[in-house]
């Protein structure tokens, strides 16, 4: 399922003195089956963004739709004036493709196809036993108790928690194994769409790669991950495409290698750690080419390649 | 999903937002007293309470509030009307020389001053919240807990810790709106696990409420239990004496403002109090 952004703006508590616009007109294309990084500094609305797409808000204008899903804004716009019919009806048509009133049940289908993993996702636990909170999202939507219970397991190994966890209160547990809990809570979902909001902070190198890595897994499974953060290295090792966005806005759309090497300090974004290291081997005198590299196994080739020609 | 901004500070710049929160706290107070005190006629009740209620639109458009998001706070009532129609249709009330004052439903009487006390008890609510209202709408949770600390002030001489309790209600105060944004995002966060919160049957809406309670509790306890240590590491001992950052100033416009509030009150009172009918007395009217 694809995702299309089309001129969508929202605006948070409008009319009212606490008004704040958190995304300005934006048209964005996210292709299927991609692992998509979104990076920005702080505040530049990406949050406000991936809670679109999965109909947790309505945009104040324009629209998002995700695959025959449109989540469209409460009020119909008024029509301009000085149309004329043709346009009129071009109108009228566009008008009655976008706004279908969706009942709960659609709401519930979009969300079960899109799995959403919030920033601080550990304050969502509620059940008495790790496996229950878990299985809790597949019930919901519709799964048998037993079935919802093995994909639960399920998730909950592909997080790298054992069956010593299963049975634990989700209470008792460290902060990083708290998260690692709701993002099973998610998986055991299976969605189509699985985004992701910072999952990596708070956790230790280790378990933030092997979190990373399943993603990658899922995503070849043939899901589109969707992965918030701020964190360029992990864009570098692991993201098909970037979007960088900036005051509510979509600065750039593009591969992450082509965003490197240009100045990120005005996003409040750094290159990557390997990245800047071949800047400064070439500025240093050695001849290599820096496009392309994104893992210590890029750089190693280039300084081969660089030494074998010269 | 649900609007929770009623009751909530809206920092806009008017002379009802600068009075002084004392002056404030005892306004609703004694306006109180005058919405819920008897007057000698029907007529008498209606026509005082609607002045009231004028008085109070007055404060809410001088405020700069919008008259929707009164009207938008007022709109759980509702459910108040059916119930107070239904209580009083069923208990019959009438004063002596008014018993045939009714009409029928099939062969049920539906008295109609029944109707007159279930409307005053609605109007006496309405007037009360929206005063309230402008209250919380115009004042800042830190002035409100000074203006409290100081009505409390003298039972200190009971061995009342005040500090205390000015402490506890400021930090209720101030967690409301966290505690608001904690909901939302539970309400988000379980929302996309399929929970339905608007739909379903009373089972399964339940389950969403716990689904929100559990994980709201525990982050609540949780916040609490930081807050505390943070205090202590930055030295709070709720056993001396604190200063004040800001302190209250009882201004001119204050004292104008007493005198007008305290004047309309004790008019309320008189009346009240010497059963004085102006219907009667000015034009004859004697109405039931
Ligand atoms: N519930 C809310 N009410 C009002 N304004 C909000 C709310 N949530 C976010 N905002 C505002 O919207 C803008 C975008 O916020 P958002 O949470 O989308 O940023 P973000 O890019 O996710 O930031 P971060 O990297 O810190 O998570 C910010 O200016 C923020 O102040
Ligand atoms: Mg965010």
Redesign the interface.
Known sequence: MPIEFSRLSFVYNPKSPFQSSALNDISLLLPEKQFIAIVGRTGSGKSTLIQQINALLSPTSGYVQIGDFINHPEKKPKRPKGLNDEEKAAFKKEERRIYQKHKSKDIKALRKRVGLVFQFPEYQLFEETVEKDVAFGPKNFGVKKEDAIRSAHEALLRVGLDESFFQRSPFELSGGEKRKVAIAGILATSPEILIVDEPTAGLDPAAAKETMELFTKIRDAGTTVILVTHDMDLVATYAQMVVVMENGRVEKTCAPSELFGQDLTQYSLQNPRIFDFALRLKQKGLTIDTEGIRSVNDLAEAIIRSKQNG | MANF?MGRY???DSWVHRMDPRLKIYALIIMMVAIFINYPTWTMTYTILGILFVFTLILLWSARMKFTSLLKSLSGLWFMVVFLLVIYILVPRYSEGNEDWYFLIGNFKVYWESLLEAGKVFFRLVVMLSLSLVLTATTKPLALTDGLDWYLSPLRWLGVPTPILAMIISLALRFIPTILE?VQ??L?????????F??GHIFAKFRAI??LI??LF??SFIRSDELANAMECRGYDPSTKRTKYRKLHFRWWDLLEFVIVSAIVAGCLTICITGFDAYSFFWGLSLK
């Open positions: 901004t809206v920092p806009y904690d995002r539970i988000k966060a379980q929302s996309s696990r399929g929970v339905d608007k739909h716990i689904s559990i994980p525990v982050s």
